[in-house]
């Protein structure tokens, strides 16, 4: 009995892969059709309490896979790079990346804010 309260909470509490989501790194988001992954989050944005020459940017990289099908791509706001992306008919928009880094603060815990929609 206790082993069905814990696998129904555990399914209760899945998120989808569809519409605003946050990510973290490592996690899995995953629907009937595709599953997407943070794999890697760089970020060198200037801290809000330092003098810095330049803002700074973020790339995050994913892993899309579909069936036996997997694409790894990268999103960001460095210079030649793109907020958002279509993988497998899904487009992926990055929204945000929180939080934004200070100066005492390695930012351990980020999260990725995602926009994902069927096209």
């Known amino acids: 009995m206790i082993i069905l309260i814990i696998l ?3 399914v209760s509490c ?3 892969l569809n519409g605003a989501l946050e990510m973290k790194l490592g ?3 995953s629907n009937d059709d595709i599953s997407l992954k943070v794999s890697a ?3 060198s944005r ?3 309490d330092v003098d810095c020459f330049a803002a ?5 990289t994913f892993n899309a896979t579909k069936q036996d099908s997997v694409v790894n791509f990268v999103l960001g706001s460095d210079n030649g790079l793109s907020l958002d992306s279509i993988v497998f008919n899904y487009k992926i928009e990055v929204t945000d990346l929180t939080p934004y880094p200070t ?3 390695d930012s351990k815990d980020q999260r990725v804010h995602l926009k994902v929609s069927k096209q």
């Not at 700074?56 to 995050?60: A, C, D, F, K, P």
């Open 8 to 10: 129904i909470s555990l």
């Open 14 to 16: 899945k998120k989808e």
């Open 27 to 29: 996690e899995t988001l």
């Open 41 to 43: 989050i760089s970020d």
């Open 46 to 48: 200037c801290p809000t």
């Open 56 to 60: 700074g940017w973020y790339e995050i």
């Open 103 to 105: 100066g005492n603060d």
